[in-house]
């Protein structure tokens, strides 16, 4: 058991918190919350919780700290909270660029911790279930991978609609793919309400594999949508499903000999379509889980030093592009 404390009680600061409370195999000791209100909600909500507005005072009593900041302060409390040998659990991106990204991973490096970046979907059922096929070679090279993540708000003031969601998808590629590093990379985004991109795109191309991501808060539908191709087989996973979230199209392209030596004819092949049965898992508190059991074992992140600088590597480029 390790005793862990919570930094930060906003929207998403209450989701971790409640998985905290579900966690077998941690103590949450302590809630930190510098607003007087959220202070006084939380400690209703979680009475045998110590609610406090000061991290620095109780980083002694604990084994790991989780931050669920904002990202514009959650890089000194992380910094803070490993020069006082603790472990940290800390909400995407990484960090605001990739030189502090690497202060985090030097420092975790450094004081041998755990530094894990809550990169949620790929603790996801379907996406591990997906990388397995992928593995297995069931789907054949990949040809490409086309993603939606798009929907009404929240308009963010701090980071764009990329650095908010295509975070995700850039960590579930390069999860799928066994690592991201695209040689080819463009990107375009375009700004409504506000001085933050409220639409982007994002195109790379890793090897032979093309990769688009459209992230955006201007929709009138809620759409988390991934399209993956391979040369064997294909597969739609689409999250807004209650069920059958994952359809497998044993479809494609065949290439065959032709009637003369040397020809070759292009047909294509129309197969089943299925739906495997995915036992429904909570991609949150499996994060959790997993963090937990590598301050356990100290066994490296899934989603630690290296796969989150790969991510914040292609955040910056893209970010350029951007800019541009």
Known sequence: MIKIMQIGY????????KKLLMSPNCVFSYLVETCEEKRSAAQKSMPDVAVIDDYKKHLADVDAVVICTQTQYSFQIAMDAMDAGKHVFIEKPLAQNVALAEELIEKANENKLILHCDHLMVYNPVIRYIKNM????????????????INLGIVRKDINAMLDLAVHDIAVVDFLLGRLEPQKLYATGTRFFGEQDTITYLSMKDKNTLININSSWISPVKVRRSVIAGTKKMVIFDDTKLDGKLRIFDSGIDVVQGKVYGEYEVKTRNGDVYMPHIPNEDALLNS??????CVMTGEESLSGPRQSLRVMKILERAQKELRK
């Open 288 to 293: 959790i889980e997993h963090f937990i059991h």
């Open 134 to 149: 992928i593995d297995r070679e069931e789907l054949g090279e990949i040809m490409y991978i086309d993603i939606s993540r």
């Open 10 to 17: 906003g929207y998403w600061g209450n989701n971790v918190a």
